[in-house]
């Protein structure tokens, strides 16, 4: 490495930070003029839209996860692990917070990291709107320790119900998942279909479609509001064959250790809660340094995914107000991972054009549809083209099996073709040894 390389750091290793740090790590390598480092809070990762999957018991994220050192290691860039603490930007310093291990104990301190180019990609948390209540009564799917808290207490209130069962006792589990978009609308689908494999082994009393109670409530007119009316109506449907009791046109005002309480007065009782009601960017990106950010913390950035205020920064993702160029009225692109994945892309690009001094490329999003899975052989979704209408709605397995593709093209982001394919080959092959479900 040249004592003179230019140092571009990427703070966030998910659906885009990760594709980005592989794709400009093969280009540059460890020991070229560019240095290439990748920060994580984590040490390993996990594809976020899966999160409802490790939730619901259906994967084990143990299998599924990635480790960024032996990536960085691959793919010829360098990891540092910790949470974005801070930013200098005269000095262009990024702040790391402290590592500490699962009993507490310090594992890296606070320190320091410079950067030439620096890319944020840090992603979403959930946003609570302030209901009294939801952060002591109710789990989010933020993060693959919040998805694993949530299997781990289903699966002791199944045990419980059952036993309960066993003795003639009442025996219901009531879910209650608050917000019906993506996130709420693919768990209550997979806990209804994991939960019939569960009483399979070993909960001989429990009547998973009798005892398992699933509400899903949403405060706007209908399920899904961000998508399409036809995708929202044929999700609707099939949650109904589920049996899932779908409330619509319900603005939670309170959670405790009974239920969920909403504005018109309905209250549902409650073993278990989950809040999926909306997201924001996290908090640490409103204190940055006077980078400009909007109401929900995200930084703006311009059509070159560069920050307001500063051009050595860049941000994309879900936590960045990027402008939807060539959209109907003026607006802010919406956090999906194909807008992500779509910007990593680009930003391979705009490092090249920055390093040779060349005119940086905008950002134009190509939607090419949503897809929303609703349990292990079922998925609805659109897909966008040059079709009548500009639109096509599809549905069943063969919308379940493109959905299963996403999360493919994901991982052959990150590893290539080859090491995909034996890695699909050989989960396939050991999957007929192991249960169907995370039974622990």
Same mark, same amino acid.
């Given at each position: 490495?040249?004592?003179?390389?230019?140092?571009?750091?990427?703070?966030?290793?998910?659906?885009?930070?990760?594709?980005?740090?592989?794709? *400009?790590?093969?280009?540059?390598?460890?020991?070229?003029?560019?240095?290439?480092?990748?920060?994580?809070?984590?040490?390993?990762?996990?594809?976020?839209?899966?999160?409802?999957?490790?939730?619901?018991?259906?994967?084990?994220?143990?299998?599924?996860?990635?480790?960024?050192?032996?990536?960085?290691?691959?793919?010829?860039?360098?990891?540092?692990?910790?949470?974005?603490?801070?930013?200098?930007?005269?000095?262009?310093?990024?702040?790391?917070?402290?590592?500490?291990?699962?009993?507490?104990?310090?594992?890296?301190?606070?320190?320091?990291?410079?950067?030439?180019?620096?890319?944020?990609?840090?992603?979403?948390?959930?946003?609570?709107?302030?209901?009294?209540?939801?952060?002591?009564?109710?789990?989010?799917?933020?993060?693959?320790?919040?998805?694993?808290?949530?299997? +781990?207490?289903?699966?002791?209130?199944?045990?419980?119900?059952?036993?309960?069962?066993?003795?003639?006792?009442?025996?219901?589990?009531?879910?209650?998942?608050?917000?019906?978009?993506?996130?709420?609308?693919?768990?209550?689908?997979?806990? +209804?279909?994991?939960?019939?494999?569960?009483?399979?082994?070993?909960?001989?009393?429990?009547?998973?479609?009798?005892?398992?109670?699933?509400?899903?409530?949403?405060?706007?007119? +209908?399920?899904?509001?961000?998508?399409?009316?036809?995708?929202?109506?044929?999700?609707?449907?099939?949650?109904?064959?589920?049996?899932?009791?779908?409330?619509?046109?319900?603005?939670?005002?309170?959670?405790?250790?009974?239920?969920?309480?909403?504005?018109?007065?309905?209250?549902?009782?409650?073993?278990?809660?989950?809040?999926?009601?909306?997201?924001?960017?996290?908090?640490?990106?409103?204190?940055?340094?006077?980078?400009?950010?909007? +109401?929900?913390?995200?930084?703006?950035?311009?059509?070159?995914?560069?920050?307001?205020?500063?051009?050595?920064?860049?941000?994309?993702?879900?936590?960045?107000?990027?402008?939807?160029?060539?959209?109907?009225?003026?607006?802010?692109?919406?956090?999906?991972?194909?807008?992500?994945?779509?910007?990593?892309?680009?930003?391979?690009?705009?490092?090249?054009?920055?390093?040779?001094?060349?005119?940086?490329?905008?950002?134009?999003?190509?939607?090419?549809?949503?897809?929303?899975? *609703?349990?292990?052989?079922?998925?609805?979704?659109?897909?966008?083209?040059?079709?009548?209408?500009?639109?096509?709605?599809?549905?069943?397995?063969?919308?379940?099996?493109?959905?299963?593709?996403?999360?493919?093209?994901?991982?052959?982001?990150?590893?290539?073709?080859?090491?995909?394919?034996?890695?699909?080959?050989?989960?396939? *092959?050991?999957?007929?040894?192991?249960?169907?479900?995370?039974?622990?």
């Amino acid at each position: 490495m040249t004592t003179d390389a230019h140092r571009i750091v990427i703070v966030g290793g998910g659906a885009g930070g990760l594709p980005l740090a592989t794709q *400009l790590g093969k280009r540059y390598g460890r020991r070229g003029p560019v240095r290439v480092t990748l920060v994580d809070r984590s040490a390993t990762h996990v594809w976020k839209p899966l999160l409802h999957e490790v939730a619901a018991g259906r994967m084990d994220a143990d299998t599924h996860d990635l480790d960024y050192p032996a990536l960085a290691h691959w793919h010829g860039y360098r990891f540092a692990q910790g949470a974005l603490a801070g930013l200098n930007r005269t000095r262009r310093e990024v702040v790391l917070d402290a590592v500490r291990t699962a009993d507490g104990e310090e594992m890296l301190p606070r320190r320091t990291l410079p950067y030439d180019t620096l890319v944020i990609c840090i992603g979403s948390t959930s946003n609570d709107f302030g209901v009294p209540g939801v952060a002591p009564h109710a789990v989010s799917l933020d993060t693959r320790e919040d998805a694993e808290l949530f299997h +781990r207490r289903l699966l002791a209130a199944c045990v419980r119900a059952d036993v309960r069962a066993a003795a003639g006792e009442p025996a219901d589990v009531n879910i209650v998942i608050i917000g019906a978009g993506a996130t709420g609308v693919e768990l209550a689908a997979e806990i +209804r279909q994991t939960t019939r494999a569960h009483a399979g082994y070993g909960l001989e009393h429990l009547d998973p479609a009798r005892n398992i109670r699933l509400t899903l409530i949403e405060a706007a007119p +209908r399920i899904l509001p961000p998508l399409g009316e036809k995708l929202a109506t044929a999700a609707a449907e099939l949650l109904q064959r589920l049996a899932v009791d779908v409330r619509t046109g319900q603005r939670v005002t309170a959670v405790d250790t009974e239920g969920v309480s909403t504005e018109s007065g309905h209250f549902f009782k409650a073993d278990l809660v989950v809040w999926a009601a909306g997201i924001m960017a996290p908090p640490i990106l409103a204190t940055l340094d006077g980078l400009e950010t909007d +109401r929900a913390n995200r930084l703006v950035v311009g059509p070159t995914l560069q920050t307001t205020r500063d051009e050595s920064v860049f941000a994309f993702g879900d936590c960045a107000a990027a402008p939807w160029l060539g959209h109907a009225s003026p607006t802010i692109l919406p956090p999906r991972a194909q807008v992500a994945h779509q910007q990593a892309t680009l930003l391979a690009k705009s490092m090249k054009a920055r390093l040779a001094g060349r005119p940086l490329p905008t950002f134009r999003f190509h939607d090419f549809g949503s897809l929303v899975s *609703l349990g292990e052989l079922s998925a609805v979704g659109t897909l966008m083209g040059r079709l009548a209408g500009g639109s096509m709605l599809i549905q069943g397995l063969v919308a379940r099996v493109m959905y299963n593709s996403l999360y493919k093209m994901h991982q052959v982001s990150i590893h290539g073709v080859v090491r995909v394919a034996l890695d699909s080959l050989g989960r396939a *092959l050991r999957g007929r040894l192991e249960p169907r479900v995370k039974l622990h």
